[in-house]
């Protein structure tokens, strides 16, 4: 059974730095692109950032400058560091990988998500 699990998420001050991961794991022959989203309380939630697997990268734009993901091929890992953080970056986080099982189709995977709180 694939999963992803997220963890780094927290409590930090306005202008400080955490960061993400989230590990794929079970029986697949291979993860193409990955990201992170995130939820606010009473809002939809939206992409904060991708990355292919060859490493190309698109991000939203209120966060364009701060954070930055990457991702390592090797331990079936994608990161998010957030820096400048600012209270309305504060939402669940969510990993979300298009992933090819090895006994079942093709299809985009959720985490639980990680909440990540920034006081002002």
């Known amino acids: 059974q694939v999963q992803l699990e997220e963890s780094g998420g927290g409590l930090v001050q306005t202008g400080g730095s955490l960061r993400l991961s989230c590990a794929a794991s079970g029986r697949f022959f291979r993860i193409n692109d990955m990201g992170w989203y995130r939820q606010a309380p009473g809002k939809e939630r939206e992409l904060v950032a991708s990355i292919t697997k060859g490493g190309v990268t698109n991000y939203a734009d209120s966060v364009k400058g701060r954070f930055t993901i990457s991702r390592d091929n090797a331990k079936n890992t994608v990161y998010l560091q957030m820096n400048s953080l600012e209270p309305e970056d504060t939402a669940v986080y969510y990993c979300?990988?298009?992933?090819?099982?090895?006994?079942?189709?093709?299809?985009?995977?959720w985490g639980k998500g990680t909440l990540v709180t920034v006081s002002s």
């Open positions: 979300n990988a298009a992933i090819l099982p090895i006994n079942t189709a093709g299809r985009n995977y």
